[in-house]
């Protein structure tokens, strides 16, 4: 899935190219980490349905935010890059500054947040009430950023005040404020299509001095997503889609450094099943009518 066009990042699952005119060509693999490792086995369509799941929100989303977004059509890529195994995993987006904070919204107490409040009763440093269980609603959403580490693998958690000091107050309460009012509605949304969102990460930027909404927008991989029918507070709920791989992963023992253990085909094809039920749930749409979603 390597495209002729100038390549400039490549995350862990996806690559961005120069596509010109300050253009950007956004490319989802079907690749899949598990405990921070990318797996050798490439899930089908995860990256369709992760880009499908964007589009959808971005569309939702279209009258309270303009985002990056210029086309997820193969025929509006510069000729180099509209290769068949592309449609449907490509965003065609318009360049931007991106904000050197990462946008984490928190609806329920899990993960690292849920490991702070055990050992010391806050989050990001902030007191919550007492009696919060793991996976518990927190009384209201919670914007709690922070910051790409330089080179190193993992972010690093910041107050509000220090994302002031680096974007400027007004940005820094732009940004908090889309950022609370996206993961609200969306979580809404979604919860009355069965699924929570326990928490997201938004990438904002600058095009031409606007504010804008940019890479995935509440995927299950840039998101917590649990079936609400598992949900259990006191009890950590399993992922909606990763679920089979890392139930999987720790019936073996394997100590979660590289080299990852084989997935079997089972495990590969329940995982891709759950990101397309993810989709179909959410947006009401069939995967089936996405580009490229019978190859
Ligand atoms: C941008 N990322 C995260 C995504 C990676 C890294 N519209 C944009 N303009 C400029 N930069 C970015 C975007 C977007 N979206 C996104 N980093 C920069 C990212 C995919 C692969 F390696």
Request: hydrophobic share 40%; charged share 25%.
């Amino acid at each position: 899935m390597t495209v002729d066009l100038p390549h400039i990042y490549s995350g862990k699952v996806r690559d961005i190219y120069d596509a010109g005119d300050g253009l950007l060509l956004f490319v989802t693999s079907d690749r899949i980490s598990a405990f921070d490792v990318v797996m050798r086995e490439p899930i089908p369509q995860k990256g369709r349905v992760l880009t499908a799941m964007t589009a959808f929100w971005l569309e939702l989303f279209a009258d309270r935010c303009p985002s990056h977004l210029v086309s997820t059509d193969l025929a509006d890529l510069p000729e180099a890059a509209q290769k068949p195994d592309l449609a449907g995993r490509v965003m065609l987006v318009r360049r931007a500054e991106m904000l050197k904070i990462e946008c984490i919204v928190r609806g329920y107490l899990t993960g690292s947040a849920w490991k702070e409040y055990r050992e010391h009763g806050t989050m990001h440093g902030a007191a919550l009430p007492e009696g919060l269980l793991e996976a518990s609603p927190l009384p209201e959403p919670v914007f709690t950023p922070s910051t790409k580490a330089d080179g190193g693998e993992h972010d690093l958690n910041i107050s509000f005040d220090e994302s002031v000091a680096i974007l400027g107050r007004e940005l820094a309460e732009r940004a908090r404020d889309l950022s609370l009012e996206l993961y609200s509605a969306g979580a809404e949304w979604a919860a009355e299509r069965g699924i929570i969102i326990a928490d997201t990460k938004f990438e904002l930027g600058l095009v031409d001095g606007e504010l804008v909404l940019a890479d995935e927008v509440l995927t299950p991989d840039s998101s917590r997503f649990w079936p609400a029918a598992h949900w259990n507070p006191g009890t950590n709920p399993p992922s909606f889609d990763k679920q089979p791989v890392r139930d999987h992963l720790d019936a073996l023992d394997w100590d979660k450094k590289p080299p990852p253990p084989a997935l079997p085909d089972d495990v590969v094809a329940a995982t891709s099943a759950r990101y397309v039920e993810a989709y179909e749930r959410i947006t009401g749409r069939w995967f089936a009518d996405w580009p490229g979603a019978d190859s």
